[in-house]
């Protein structure tokens, strides 16, 4: 089992920062990809970005070239860097994690943006 934490949500001015870290814990050995996937009230959830253990990232169209995902491989964390938010960018955003052909998410993490 891999439990993962997040932190750093909170409730943000259009065009500010907010900057979101998960720990992974547990069985942390094998972890693959991890990533970042976000759920606006009543939207399904989506994709945000994802990193490989080598670094390799991948990113939504919407926030390509403003959120920044990162990785520490030592700490088993993932980090989140958001900029020039949007209020379309509000939601409940998620940790996810892959080992061994099974996906876990953490609790979530929410960011509001106000317009």
């Known amino acids: 089992q891999v439990q993962l934490v997040e932190s750093g949500g909170g409730l943000v001015q259009a065009g500010g920062s907010l900057r979101l870290s998960c720990a992974a814990s547990?069985?942390?050995?094998?972890?693959?990809?991890m990533g970042w996937y976000r759920q606006a009230l009543g939207k399904e959830r989506e994709l945000v970005a994802t990193i490989t253990p080598d670094g390799s990232t991948q990113y939504a169209v919407p926030v390509k070239g403003r959120f920044i995902i990162s990785r520490d491989n030592a700490k088993n964390t993932v980090t989140l860097q958001l900029n020039s938010l949007k209020a379309e960018d509000t939601g409940v955003y998620l940790c996810n994690a892959w080992r061994l052909g099974v996906r876990y998410w953490g609790q979530g993490t929410q960011v509001t943006v106000s317009s």
């Open positions: 547990g069985s942390i050995s094998s972890i693959n990809s």
